[in-house]
């Protein structure tokens, strides 16, 4: 990636310095017509942007895949799992209870249960060492 923005800065660099070569003052006073500056700002416009394009570009994120073996050795049921989940969404006890039909004691239960299992004492603790373990995406 770094030899990418190297090569396009370069690039960039030559362009400038060709219309220094050029001299932009020359083309302005042999051509009055501003159709000419108009169109060498649209070419390194569109050349920005290209460039920006393929700099910004970002791989196709790879499909996540629970670690299963992780969720087996660790005891954490299904039920936890959805819990883990709907906290790494940054829900609160009472909508994790309200989108699960129990009670929010229940959830604390569960949530307690899972910070014992995680070794954690915190939720962004739990949702890290999840994220760590491929529990959830």
């Known amino acids: 990636m770094k030899r990418v923005v190297i090569l396009y800065a370069l690039g960039l660099a030559a362009g400038a310095f060709l219309l220094q070569w050029l001299q932009y003052n020359y083309l302005v006073r042999a ?3 501003e159709i000419y500056i108009g169109l060498i700002a649209a070419a390194f416009a569109g050349l920005g942007v290209w460039a920006g394009m393929r700099l910004a570009r970002r791989p196709n994120p790879a499909t996540f895949e629970k670690n299963t073996a992780a969720i087996a050795s660790l005891g954490i ?3 936890e799992q959805e819990v883990l989940a709907l906290l790494a969404a ?3 006890n009472k909508e994790i209870a309200s989108k699960l039909g129990v009670s929010p004691n229940t959830v604390k239960t569960q949530i307690a249960s899972l910070y014992q299992k995680l070794e954690v ?4 603790q739990a949702v890290q060492k999840a994220r760590e373990l491929a529990l959830i995406p």
Do not use: A, I
């Not at 004492?121 to 962004?124: A, E, F, G, L, S």
């Open 31 to 33: 051509f009055p017509s």
């Open 77 to 79: 049921t299904p039920r």
């Open 90 to 92: 940054g829900k609160s």
């Open 121 to 124: 004492q915190r939720r962004t």
